[in-house]
């Protein structure tokens, strides 16, 4: 499929490694994140989330960090595999608004 | 559970056509947003639809625009095309109550629009 991003910052590690993806967001009145992978040629696909209240989160082989002072988010990722090769956004969203905005993404690959 | 839908999967028009898409959005999800993917700017919000009611927009010109219709269904269309407006338009669905927190927002797999 086609790809979008083309000029991405990149993250590159081998297969059994942590990952740790971040992201700088810039509304200080966002108080709700999400983390979407995004595959060439598909659309985003939900990998998890974290209000505002919590510093974080963590769920399959995924963990969320928060840190609301810097306006900082990031993604780690145990044991990465090949599979998890992919576009990886930040989405931040302020109050009831369902209007994400997007970071630039981060391409991650997996060298087995 | 069918995903969001989104037709056509991919389309090329002419500059100074007009284009829809389509998107159905998750069974049950009230909420229907619209996301422009170009390689230059990124992921940008175009509009949300909420019960057939615009709720949210975003910073596109007047050529762009949706609606929902009473079976959640949405269509986008953008009117007088430029060779800028070429890019992956990606619909997304959630149950649209309250907070989003409280409602994942899950993507379909977008359509491609070419302007030559």
């Known amino acids: 499929g086609e790809s979008v991003g083309l000029h991405l910052p990149t993250l590159s590690v081998q297969e059994g490694d942590n990952s740790i993806i971040n992201c700088a967001y810039s509304?200080?009145?966002?108080?709700?994140f999400i983390w979407y992978k995004q595959e060439s040629g598909k659309g985003p696909q939900f990998i998890i989330d974290?209000?505002?209240?919590?510093d974080k989160r963590q769920g399959q082989r995924v963990t969320v960090l928060l840190n609301k002072t810097v306006k900082h988010l990031s993604l780690q990722i145990a044991a990465t595999q090949p599979g998890d090769s992919a576009v990886y956004f930040c989405?931040?969203?302020?109050?009831?608004?369902?209007?994400?905005?997007f970071g630039k993404g981060t391409l991650l690959t997996v060298n087995p | 559970k069918a995903g969001v839908t989104q037709t056509p999967r991919y389309l090329i028009k002419t500059r100074g056509q007009q284009v829809t898409l389509s998107c159905s959005p998750i069974?049950?999800?009230?909420?229907v947003s619209w996301y422009q993917q170009t390689p230059g700017q990124g992921l940008q919000f175009l509009f949300e639809?909420?019960?057939?009611?615009?709720?949210n927009k975003g910073n596109f010109p007047g050529r762009f625009s949706g609606r929902q219709f009473s079976n959640s269904r949405s269509e986008m269309n953008v009117s007088t095309l430029e060779l800028g407006d070429s890019a992956l338009y990606l619909c997304?669905?959630?149950?649209?109550?309250?907070?989003?927190?409280?409602?994942?927002?899950?993507f379909g797999e977008g359509s491609w629009l070419t302007v030559v």
């Open positions: 974290i209000r505002s209240n919590m």
């Open positions: 997304a669905s959630s149950e649209g109550q309250a907070h989003p927190s409280g409602n994942t927002i899950y």
């Open positions: 989405a931040e969203n302020e109050g009831s608004n369902y209007k994400l905005t």
């Open positions: 639809y909420f019960s057939e009611t615009q709720r």
């Open positions: 069974s049950g999800h009230r909420s």
């Open positions: 509304n200080s009145a966002s108080d709700y």
